[in-house]
Structure formats: C-alpha cells, structure tokens
C-alpha cells in the first residue's frame, strides 16, 4: 500500500487566493512526523513545514499552514495569499518512527495564474 | 551551518557505461545519508540509505549500488548504465531520527 497519497496531479490557483494541497498517509506507527517539499523548476528540494504525530495544533510557517487530521490520516498543505514564486511541484512526506526512511508521495504541481 | 554537495550537476551517458555519482555533506557529522531518484513527472524513490560508514540499506533492487567510505560521503554507482536510469538524482542529509531531509541541489542523468 501507498505510505504517502497525494490525489490532485496538478492544480492551479488565482494570485493573491488560498489554495489546498491534498495529502494522505498510512501508518500503524503511533509515532511519526509529516513534512512538506517544494519543488521548483530548478530541481532543488525544499522544505517547508513540519507536523509531528503528537503535536496538539497545526503546525505554520508564515503563508503555509499544515490542516492536521489525524483521525483521517491526512496532512494538507494551505498555502494562503499565493505568490507567483508558489508554482512548483509540492511533495508530501512522511517519516515513521520506527525507520529511518522517509515516504514521498508523488507531488502536486501547482501553477499560480496572474 | 551544513551544507550538502552533489556532482556532477548534469550528466549525458551511453547505455552500458558506468556511473559514480558523488555527495558530501559538510558541517555535520554522524548524518543518516539518502539517495533518491525522481523519474521525470514523478515522485521521488527512495533508493539507499545510510545510517553510518560502510552500512547501506537497499530499498529496490536495481543495478545501482551505494557506498559510504567516509562519514560524510555518499556514493552512487552503477557498473552497467540502462536507459531506465535516467531521471533525476538527489541526495540528502538527516541530522537522525525525528529530523527532515535535506537535500543537495540534485544531479540530471541521461542515458542514451
């Protein structure tokens, strides 16, 4: 089974609107952590923001914001006011704690649109 | 502060041909090391890892191998290039267990 899910291939959003990036994970680890990458065209990874599996609220850095639902297993990226700079590839992670692997899922390619 | 290095940034090869590529991380010790592959339109695949000098984990069977002669050194080679090998390599850096990857600047393989 897929660790890590992410449904939406490519999605595109207004400048200046909220968009949300689906994510869905499989773990029977009680313990883990989520993560968020972006990806631009010039190839390099970068990381954006973490959710551990026991942290009571959702986790944000400036315009993301990662919607937490552990009862549904899932880790959706906002992104809130976007930028121009936002089109990329979006990759959704996770690392159980019982491993030292780290599970990507397949991206979504976000394109903002002036 | 740590920085990671991958070479050579782009790489043109011949099926058949061999290949190393090379990643050292600097302003760290002990890291768990990571190589994966990211075929064009498409996710990474997390291809081996490495929890210390000399100790490689193989997540997929492949004509690709992996090694760590020094701490900070991970080493991606094949003997045999196929032209499924093309796509884009990254490697990457955890400071261990509880902490994000982070990743080298990448580098492109096309094998003709």
């Known amino acids: 089974a897929q660790k890590i899910t992410q449904t939406q291939p490519g999605m595109f959003v207004q400048e200046k609107e909220a968009v949300t990036l689906d994510c869905t994970y499989d773990t029977s680890d009680p313990s883990y952590g989520l993560f968020w990458y972006k990806q631009p065209s010039s190839g390099e990874m970068i990381f954006l923001i973490y959710?551990?599996?026991?942290?009571?609220q959702n986790a944000t850095e400036g315009r993301y914001s990662l919607n937490f639902q552990k009862a549904r297993k899932s880790a959706n990226l906002v992104i809130s006011a976007s930028q121009l700079g936002d089109s990329a590839m979006y990759f959704c992670?996770?690392?159980?704690?019982?491993?030292?692997?780290?599970?990507f899922g397949t991206g979504t390619s976000l394109t903002v649109i002036p | 502060s740590q920085t990671i290095h991958q070479w050579p940034a782009t790489l043109v090869q011949p099926v058949g041909s061999p290949l190393s590529l090379e990643c050292t991380v600097e302003?760290?010790?002990?890291?768990?090391l990571y190589w994966y592959r990211q075929a064009a339109g498409r996710g990474l695949q997390l291809l081996f890892y490495s929890v210390g000098i000399g100790q490689i984990s193989s997540e997929v069977p492949q004509n690709l191998s992996a090694s760590r002669p020094q701490d900070r050194q991970f080493i991606l080679s094949s003997k045999k290039l196929l032209l499924s090998d093309s796509g884009f390599y990254l490697c990457?850096?955890?400071?261990?267990?509880?902490?994000?990857?982070?990743f080298g600047p990448g580098t492109r393989l096309t094998v003709l």
């Open positions: 959710q551990g599996s026991y942290d009571q």
């Open positions: 990457a850096w955890s400071a261990g267990m509880g902490e994000e990857p982070f």
């Open positions: 992670a996770m690392r159980e704690n019982t491993g030292n692997q780290f599970y």
């Open positions: 302003g760290t010790s002990n890291p768990n």
